[in-house]
């Protein structure tokens, strides 16, 4: 599970690791995860400590089999230009090199293996949550669909993500990021026509990302959005 891999366009690093099915599978989804702030480095490690494991185990488990894909930001970098103290995101043309570096490596794992381009599927949890809402504003042609889980993004952005099914998921007792993130960025989609999903749990705090990858339904769900 999870091989150690680098991607090295223009001279360039992005260390990730990379769940496959068995070989011989075609057309099989892809799944791009991005970890939270806790897990950035260059060990090609961390990456897969929080999350990753009980996505990729419940894509084995389920009988669905997906390339799971997990990048490592780097430790000075983000996925997304979030604020220091998680309460938003700072609006840049460009996006942070690890986000730009993700897209180009699910880009090229798709050219390269035998993945279905219409099943191209975007989750991160915490710093990875506000790397998903960041990312589908910018590439809203390349996912089929998204798990934003306990993140946040730019409200006014949503009118660009709305065609893109999505299902947050949120702690409504967070104690790192503000569940109101979360609460934003599904008004304004709602408000934009989206169809968004959206799961608080009440009681819960930061660490809900293995509750929500260990739902098969979730999964189900996921893997049922085409592009």
Do not use: K
Not at 127 to 156: H, N, Q, S
Not at 183 to 195: D, I, K, N, T, Y
């Amino acid at each position: 599970m999870f091989a150690a891999h680098t991607f090295t366009p223009g001279g360039e690093t992005l260390p990730y690791r990379m769940d496959c099915p068995e070989e011989g599978a075609e057309d099989v989804p892809l799944i791009l995860f991005l970890h939270g702030a806790g897990e950035r480095g260059a060990d090609n490690e961390a990456q897969c400590r929080l999350g990753a494991p009980a996505l990729a185990a419940t894509c084995r488990n389920s009988g669905q089999p997906a390339i799971v894909v997990a990048p490592q930001c780097p430790a000075d970098e983000m996925w997304a230009p979030v604020h220091s103290d998680w309460t938003g995101v700072e609006r840049r043309a460009s996006p942070p090199a690890a986000q730009r570096l993700a897209v180009a490596l699910v880009r090229e794992l798709a050219a390269t293996h035998p993945v279905d381009p219409r099943r191209l599927y975007l989750t991160g949890l915490s710093m990875g949550g506000f790397g998903v809402w960041d990312t589908l504003w910018r590439e809203p042609e390349l996912f089929a669909a998204a798990l934003p889980i306990c993140g946040g993004g730019l409200p006014e952005e949503a009118p660009a993500m709305r065609a893109v099914p999505t299902w947050a998921f949120h702690g409504g007792r967070d104690p790192v990021v503000p569940v109101e993130q979360s609460r934003r960025m599904v008004a304004a989609l709602e408000a934009a026509g989206s169809g968004v999903r959206y799961t608080e749990f009440p009681d819960a705090g930061h660490d809900i990302w293995d509750r929500v990858y260990r739902d098969p339904a979730v999964l189900d769900w996921l893997l049922a959005q085409r592009r």
